[in-house]
């Protein structure tokens, strides 16, 4: 039983972040390696607890809002928060 509930854990955790947006060269003016580090610890922080929303599905002051909330409780330090948050409203629209 323990192996299914891990399966389908596994299973949903991976789903969710394939379709999130991946950083390229033509992506932003910030660096793609700092774009897909703010994606990795987007996905390793907060899929943890909950679903992980796509990029555009929030504007840069709701992300902010949201990042501010959570920070304490996913216990997230400012330089990954900053990270994450440069990802999430960098993504194309």
């Not at 992300?63 to 900053?82: R, T, V």
Request: net charge positive; glycine share 2%; proline share 4%.
């Amino acid at each position: 039983m323990k192996k299914i509930i891990l399966y389908s854990l596994f299973l949903v955790l991976f789903s969710c972040s394939s379709q999130l947006y991946i950083p390229t060269e033509n992506s932003t003016t910030i660096s793609v390696l700092e774009l897909k580090k703010g994606r990795k610890l987007y996905v390793n922080n907060c899929a943890g607890c909950h679903q992980l929303y796509t990029p555009n599905k929030y504007n840069a002051l709701a992300w902010q809002h949201n990042l501010d909330a959570m920070q304490p409780k996913a216990k997230i330090s400012d330089e990954h928060k900053k990270l994450i948050y440069n990802y999430l409203v960098n993504a194309p629209k």
